[in-house]
Every structure is written in C-alpha cells, then in structure tokens.
C-alpha cells in the first residue's frame, strides 16, 4: 500500500506537467484548431524565465570592505547584489532565495506577450492551411525558439534550486498514518502539484463562469456560427493563445528546482504532451487533464524496480503503448468529443 | 423483385428516428425519384445504399446481394454509382487523370499495385475515358486541373467518372442543387440521354419539381422517415396526402 | 529511354551527370585559397548527399503522394543501419547482403508500423509514427542494448564470426567494408593545377544505388499506383465511392518508403559500419521532413535538392567560426566589421540549426513548393520575358 501511494505521488509532478502543457495544446487546437508544435517551446521559455531572473536577481557589484587586504595588497573587494542595496542584506538574500517563486509574477507578463506576438505574427496566417503545414511551421519555430535559448544560455542545465524553505523532503507517510520513512516525499514536488492544481482549477473556472471563458466554449463546439453571432472572435482566441503560452510558461517556472532547465526540454515535453492530448481526447480539456495525470503515474509505476523487472524497459514505453493502444480501440480518446479531428 | 430492395429499414440517431420502417424497390433500368421535404430522412435512406451507415434493422439488398455491412468500395465493385450533392472529384488531379481512376477501379478491382507500369501505356482505359469525356462533351478539356473547373463542369466530371464505371445502379444526390436553370435543363437533358444509350437504373435524390417530373418513371414521397405514397409522376401530381406534405410547402 | 517520357528521362540524365561529376562540380575552389572552405566535394559529405537523397526520396513516396506526414521515419533508418551492421559482425564485410537485409527489415518494421498507424489519419497518423518511432529509440537505447549496443552504439569487433570470411579476419585489424574485394573507403585522388578532386568508390557505390532509387520512384509516381496515392491525397471520400480500398495502398506506400529509409540506413552503416540509437531520434525524423519540405513536396527532383543543400549547408555554415568572418568583412571600418560579425555570428557555427529552423519556417510560409516552385516561378519569370512561351508551366501536373 505504501509503495503505491508513494508511486502515485511520484507521477504526480511529471503527471502535474503533462497535464498543464496538454491543456494549453488542447485549448490551442480546441479553440483555433491549430495544432502547435511550438507548445513545448513555450513550457521551455517559462523555464528559462526563471533562470533569467534568478541571473537578474543576483546580479552583484564589487565592494571593497573596509581594513581588509588580499594577499597582493589591494583593498579585497566582495559581490554585493544590487537587490541588497535596495531591500537591504536580510531582505534582498530571501529575495534571491525565492527567486523560482517570484518568476511567477515576471513570467505572466512575458509569456502572454510570447504568445501574441506568436499567435497574431505567424499561427493566424495558418488557421486555414492544412494541418500538415501548421506542424511543420510551428515545429520550424520550436526549433527556433530552443536554438535562440541555446545560443543565449548554452547547452548545459542550469541547476535552479527551490526556495531554502521547500527543498529537502518530509515523511508523507508518517503524516498518513503509515509507518515512518516508508513515504518520503520532496516538498517542491508537493508544492508543483499543489500550484498545477490551482491554475488547472483557475483555467476552468474562467471558462465556465466569465462571459469570456463562455464564448471560447461556444467557439470551441462551432466556430462559424459564434462568428456569425457577430462576436469577435479572432480577438477572443489571441487572448486564449497568450492564455495557454502563460500556462505552459508557468508550468516551466515551477517545473525548473525539479529538473535543471536545459535548452531540449520543451521537446522532450512535447511529444509526451502530444501523445496525452490525444489519449485525454483531442479538444477534450477534461480529457487532457486526466490523462496528464494519469500517464505520469502510470509513467511512475511502470518504473518501479519489481516492473523492470518482469518486463524491463517497459518505463521508456508504457506512454506510448498506451497511447498506440487507445488510439487504435478508442480513436476518440478517454474523453473525446464526436466530430474533432475526425476523418 | 426490383435491382435494389429496401425491406423494413429503420435507422435511429438517439432520440431521432431517422427512417421508419422504410420499403423501397427500384426496377431495373427505371428512374426511380425520392422526393421529400427538407429531414424527410431522403440523405440518411442514400447513406444506407452506399455503406456509409448501416441501418439498425431491416435489410437492403442489390442485385440479388445484401449491401449491408459491406463498406463503400465494395458497393461500388458490387454496381452501385453515387453522385454526390457537392460534385467530389479529384481537384489535384487533371480531368483525364479523374476519368481514368474508375476505370483502373473497374478494371482492377479495389486494390493492384501497378507501381512500375506507366499510366500512359494503358491505351484501352485512356480510349475508354476518351470516349466517355467525349460523351459529355467535356473532351477539350481533358488536360485541365479539375479543381479550376466550374461547378456544372465539375458535376459533369463527376457524373461521368460513375458512368464510366458502366454501374447497374446510378445514384444521384440532388444533381442540380444550387445550378442555374440553363444548366439543370441541359443535366437533364444529359441524363436522358444516358437514360437511352445505356442499360442504367437511375435512382434521384431530388427538390427541383421540374426535373422530378422530367425524368422519373416512378416516385417515392417520403415524410418524416418514412414512405407516404410511391406512385409515377401523374399520380404523385394530383396526390393528396403529398400536397399536403411537400408540394403544399413548398407553393 | 527506360520506359520514361522524354522530360523525365532527361531529368534523370541530368540527376546522373550531376551525381557522376559531383567530385568536380562540388570542388570548384582551388585548394588552399579562402574559398576551399566552400568545397563540399569530400568523400564523407558527398556519400551523405545521396545517402540522405535516397531516404528523401523514399519520405516524399509516402508525404509527397499520399499527403500523411510520418514523424517517424528515422526508425526505419535506424533498423536498417542495425540490420547491416548486424550483417557485416555475423556473415561478411560484403556490402550487398547488409544492403539487402537493412531493407528487407526496415520493410517488415515498415509494414507493422504502417497496418496500426494507417489505421488513423491526419493529425492522428503523424503522433502515432511519432509514438512508435520514439518508442525504438526508447527500446533501442535501453532494452535492446543486445542487439543495439545502446548508448554506445553498435560496432564491429575482431571476433565477431563473419562466417563467410575467416581469412581476412586474421590481420588483426577490424575489416572495412567492400564489395567483392574493393573496399568502400578506396579512394583516388586527381590532381589538376592547385585543385585536387577526390573519387571515392564507396560515393559513386551509394551514388548508382540512388540513381536506381531515384529512377524506381520516378517510375511509380508516373504509374497507376502513384495516381492512386495523389487521388488518396486530393479526395479519400471519392476513391472510396469509386471502389477503391485506399488503405492498401497507403500502406504500400508507407512500406516502400520505409523500405528506402532502410536501403538509406544500409548504406549509411556500409559507409561508416557502426549505428546508434539516435539515428532513431524524433529530430532525425524531422530532419527529413525538412528535406522534403525544402526541395519541393510531391516533385521528383524536390527531395534529392532539399537533401543536398541541408547537408551542404549544415557542413559548410557549421565551419564558420567568428575567425572566418571577420576575415570577410575585414573591408569595413572597425566598428561595423564588429557589428555586421556579431549579427551573423548566432547563425553560423553551432548556430546552424537557427539558420535551418528559419530557413524551413520562411519555406513553410511563403514558398510552399520549396526550392521547385521558387525555380518555377522564376523560371516563369524570365521565361515570359524571352518569349511568350503558350505553354506555362502552371497548366502542367506538378513535376
């Protein structure tokens, strides 16, 4: 019992990530119909916005301190960050600290602009190409996109640490009434799936309840006649566009203390993302959600040691498999919607 | 006993009852008109000849063989043509190029991996297309990508490309919808002349009146999914009960 | 000519005499001056331009044809590269039966692949041949590392049994290669003045190969079958109401092409006997997508075009380093000379997959046709200026 708890918990930070990429990719494709290869690109550029900032952050110059030489006899100097002058050595080190979290903020901005400029430049001159030359051009852009991150950031992760406060683990199971040390859990990892759970819920909450979010919804099911409605709603899917790049973006922020942002790893998402859109259902948000999560923790038990090995290799697979699997018994996906995307 | 037998069809879409209980017998080399007002359930009775649905009871048989549970390609093998209400042809493909692909499928069946032959050599199915595209006077144009075509044009193409087929059956989905009366006359006129140069069965969907009653032999009215009366043209004219539920609509 | 019509056995002549002089026309530049860097006529590079031709070719059969846009068909190089290693450590150096077996295999993984993935299409198809293919890259890098080498690769030993050929095997050295006897790397070097052209056998080995392959795919896109594909891209539901099955026919089409990328797999482990796992990778597969797109989708010459010049660029455009570039725009005052270097800098070098994702991204965008419609519409262009030519080259089925 405990190692299964243990194992859903383990999905549940790759399973948070697929489902939040996934759902921005179903918005995209449910309300413009356009399928985005550049998605991952933009849970890469969250990524990296925090690395950005964090960079800013500690941005420092030198102070000599006082009565103290080095060892050739100059006047020995410390970095000292520009935050600490501001806010003072106490504040400006937290600050620092919570740089990961505070992305968030300087992130929004950033990647709802991303996905205007992305939406209004390139993907609306596509909405009525085929499919196939909506892949390659968006995949033409990631490409882009990670070669420019490349070239600014190098190749190598860039270690991104937690705030002090959230790294280090704690004894879930003890918390549950197991025994102690049978359930440990890293607490970013909670915080990721906590944070996914409340942009998720976020998401549809502003698709149910706003005028804005009902629109989309209407738009989603029959595009034409909401435009026949007289309702703008090329204006509403640019909203939705920069909408859905925010919430790949923030997806990157907060996935970074979990593993170092490298310039391939909006790729390495993506085709996971894709594989879960199309078993959540294409243009089903319900859909992509579970199956985000589901396909992480299935992902997490199929890497269990007593699954290796009875069938080794089966955690590089078991997504895919799935997936071939569903596709070919259930075209429409878990929760798919009749009429989307069929031949 | 009719080239095509429909017994008892019914076909549901939830809620929805589609066809009730349709019966229908097409005689061989006739001109057999559906007529009926708009969700009369005319599409949902041709989707069933053809393969593209499958009707929840009944049976519907062609030729003396049920087409029930075959897919469109084998109904087609079977002798069944079907024109579709938007003309669908090959638009990538050149108008000799959309001819000679019923002819392949007729002479080959519905699968031969020809893949080192050349198209040009096979001069039987070129004369073959020839002739037919001569027939409907659309010879000159041979050559053109189809896609760039007019749209009677275009419907010709494709009345042309089932009739190469020589089916036993031809089906036409409302042929003259949204056509200038210039050129529903002269479809009409075309068909006719099939009618007479070949061994055909024609069965029509169809909403113009005018070209009902210039071409059918017999006509089935059909309401709310299923048939009200079958009678030919003059009976049907005079009906009552078809008055009141089509032509009286539609004056 | 080869039961072609007179515009396409040209095409194919001229394909064949830019493919017999290459080792000239590729080196135009003298030895040592500062265009060298610009030849592109080594042994290496030329045998990857037809190699990656081969296998472009054999995508644009399936994507060109039938319009289903496989992301998944660098597996079907990667097995074939496996396949002829696997050849060459167990039965002899000879590069035939490798060839023939990395076919064969990639063709039987072809036909397994395309029955499920066919079963879908449109968006659908591509995520499924991406899901398999990323799935043997999976396996092959980790489960299979018996038959794949995973992460290092699979790679010739002295003691493997090549069990035709125990004589040779006594040198002490791994064998290369060949064919009866002539092995793949033998060169012969012409001198002329200050340039020095390179012939090598393995190149014009793989160079016939595609002439063969690119005649075959010249032969099916003329044929019935090939009329059947186009009609399966332009209108699924009319080929079904006029008694065509059109699955068999993609998945022959999606069998031959993977039988290509085998045949390209083959040759690229007869050239260099070793394979790894990332020759599998999603980016590989979009790699050919890139080709096929650039040169011209649906056009014979398209793919072969699109092949050479990604190759060509990726080698020349990744030798420039800053050095090189300064060295060009040394003419400029000092300050601009900096600017203008430090604006090209990112595409260049390690930055040539900038300058492909762009390049690709402005082809998409504006020149659809790729490299073939842009040569068209130019051609058009000064064509109406000479004469007035009655016969444009719109009216004409797509070459």
Redesign the interface.
């Known amino acids: 019992m405990d190692a299964i708890i243990l194992q859903i918990l383990n999905g549940l930070d790759k399973g948070s990530a697929y489902a939040l990429i996934a759902l921005g990719l179903t918005l995209i494709f449910g309300t413009l119909g356009v399928v985005n290869f550049a998605h991952g690109a933009l849970f890469m550029i969250g990524a990296f916005c925090a690395v950005t900032l964090s960079r800013l952050l500690s941005l420092s110059h030198e102070v000599a301190i006082p009565g103290q030489v080095d060892f050739l006899g100059n006047p020995a100097t410390r970095d000292v960050p520009y935050v600490f002058d501001i806010f003072g050595e106490a504040l400006g080190s937290s600050i620092i600290d919570w740089a990961v979290p505070l992305s968030i903020l300087f992130a929004i901005p950033i990647m709802i602009l991303v996905g205007v400029i992305m939406e209004r430049g390139l993907i609306k001159h596509f909405y009525k190409r085929p499919h196939a030359d909506q892949i390659l051009v968006t995949f033409g852009l990631a490409i882009v996109l990670q070669e420019i991150i490349k070239y600014y950031y190098g190749a190598n992760p860039i270690p991104t640490p937690a705030p002090e406060a959230f790294t280090g683990s704690f004894d879930f199971g003890a918390l549950i009434g197991f025994e102690p040390n049978t359930i440990i859990y890293p607490y970013w990892r909670l915080v990721y799936f906590a944070f996914a759970a409340i942009i998720i819920g976020a998401v549809f909450a502003f698709l149910q309840f706003t005028t804005f979010g009902m629109v989309v919804r209407a738009g989603m099911a029959d595009r034409e006649t909401v435009g026949l409605l007289g309702i703008n709603i090329d204006k509403r899917f640019t909203i939705m566009f920069g909408l859905a790049a925010a919430v790949a973006g923030l997806a990157g922020v907060m996935y970074t203390p979990i593993n170092s942002p490298n310039y391939h790893m909006g790729m390495d998402f993506l085709v996971l993302s894709f594989v879960v859109v199309v078993v959540g259902g294409m243009g089903s948000l319900p859909g992509a959600v579970l199956a985000g999560f589901l396909l992480g923790i299935l992902e997490s038990f199929a890497s269990m040691r007593e699954v290796i090995d009875i069938i080794p290799g089966i955690n590089q697979v078991i997504i895919y498999l799935v997936a071939i699997v569903i596709l070919l018994t259930r075209p429409r996906g878990l929760m798919g919607r009749k009429g989307v995307m069929e031949d | 006993m009719g080239i095509l037998e429909v017994k008892d069809v019914n076909k549901r879409f939830g809620g929805l009852q589609a066809l009730g209980k349709v019966n229908l017998s097409v005689a061989e080399n006739s001109c057999h008109a559906i007529i009926g007002p708009n969700g009369a359930g005319k599409s949902t009775l041709l989707n069933c000849l053809v393969g593209k649905l499958i009707p929840d009871t009944g049976s519907v048989m062609f030729d003396g063989q049920s087409v029930l549970g075959r897919t469109p390609f084998e109904i087609n093998q079977m002798g069944i043509s079907r024109v579709f209400q938007t003309p669908e042809i090959f638009g990538d493909l050149t108008v000799m190029e959309n001819m000679l692909i019923p002819c392949f499928a007729r002479r080959d069946g519905s699968f031969a991996l020809h893949g080192i032959r050349s198209v040009i050599s096979e001069a039987e199915l070129r004369d073959q297309a020839e002739s037919m595209l001569e027939e409907v006077n659309m010879i000159d144009k041979r050559d053109m990508h189809s896609a760039s075509m007019s749209r009677g044009d275009k419907r010709r193409l494709e009345m042309a490309m089932c009739l190469v087929q020589n089916p036993k059956l031809l089906l036409l989905d409302e042929p003259t919808a949204g056509m200038a009366r210039a050129d529903t006359n002269n479809t009409i006129d075309l068909l006719k002349e099939i009618k007479e140069k070949r061994n055909i069965t024609i069965a029509i969907i169809e909403h113009d009146m005018h070209v009902v009653f210039s071409l059918a032999e017999r006509i089935t009215v059909l309401a709310q999914g299923t048939p009200l009366v079958e009678d030919t043209p003059e009976n049907i004219k005079g009906h009552p009960k078809v008055k009141e539920a089509y032509l009286g609509e539609a004056a | 000519m080869f039961?072609l019509?007179k515009k396409d056995a040209s095409l194919l002549l001229i394909v064949a005499g830019l493919v017999a002089f290459a080792p000239f026309l590729l080196n135009p530049f003298p030895e040592g001056s500062a265009m060298a860097q610009f030849n592109a006529g080594y042994p290496d590079l030329m045998q990857r331009f037809v190699i990656f031709g081969i296998f472009a070719i054999g995508f644009n059969i399936l994507f060109g044809l039938t319009?289903y846009?496989s992301?998944g068909h660098a597996a079907f190089l990667g097995v074939g590269s496996y396949a002829a290693v696997w050849m060459f450590k167990l039965l002899s150096m000879n590069v035939l039966p490798a060839i023939v077996l990395a076919v064969i295999t990639a063709g039987a993984f072809a036909l397994i692949i395309g029955y499920?993935s066919l079963?879908?299409?449109?968006?659908?198809f591509?995520?499924?041949t991406?899901?398999?293919a990323?799935?043997s890259f999976?396996?092959a890098?980790?489960?299979?590392t018996p038959i794949t080498g995973g992460e290092t690769g699979l790679q010739l030993a002295l003691d493997d049994p090549r069990i035709l050929e125990s004589a040779s095997a006594s040198e002490g050295n791994i064998p290369v290669p060949g064919l009866f006897g002539l092995e793949m790397r033998d060169s012969f070097e012409m001198v002329m003045g200050s340039w020095v052209f390179t012939f090598n056998f393995g190149y014009y080995f793989c160079a016939v190969i595609m002439l063969i392959a690119f005649y075959?795919s010249i032969?099916?896109f003329?044929?019935?079958?090939?009329?059947?594909l186009?009609?399966i891209?332009?209108?699924?539901?009319?080929?079904?109401?006029?008694?065509?099955?059109p699955r068999?026919?993609t998945l022959?089409a999606f069998v031959?092409s993977g039988m290509y990328a085998g045949l390209a797999g083959g040759l690229m482990a007869s050239m260099d006997p070793l394979a790894g796992a990332e020759r599998m990778f999603?980016?590989a597969s979009?790699e050919v997508?890139l080709m096929t797109?650039l040169g011209g989708v649906g056009t014979l010459i398209g793919p072969v075009l699109g092949a050479g010049m990604i190759k060509y660029m990726e080698n020349i455009i990744s030798k420039i380093n800053s050095d090189i570039l300064h060295g060009w725009f040394a003419f400029l005052p000092d300050g601009l000379e900096d600017l203008v270097v430090t604006m090209i800098y990112?595409f260049i070098g390690k930055?040539w997959?900038?300058t492909?994702?762009?390049v690709?991204?402005l082809v998409?965008?504006f020149l659809?046709g790729g490299l073939v419609e842009g040569g068209q519409k130019l051609a058009n262009l000064f064509g109406r200026k000479k004469a007035d030519n009655p016969k444009s080259a719109s009216?004409e089925?797509a070459e």
């Open positions: 039961g019509n319009g846009l992301f499920v079963r879908r299409s449109g968006i659908y591509s995520i499924l991406l899901a398999f990323q799935m999976a396996l890098y980790s489960v299979l075959l032969r099916i003329r044929s019935p079958f090939g009329m059947m186009r009609a891209k332009s209108n699924q539901q009319r080929l079904n109401y006029t008694g065509v099955n068999p026919y022959a031959i999603w980016t979009g997508v797109i990112p930055g997959h900038l492909l994702g762009i690709f991204m998409v965008i659809p009216t089925p």
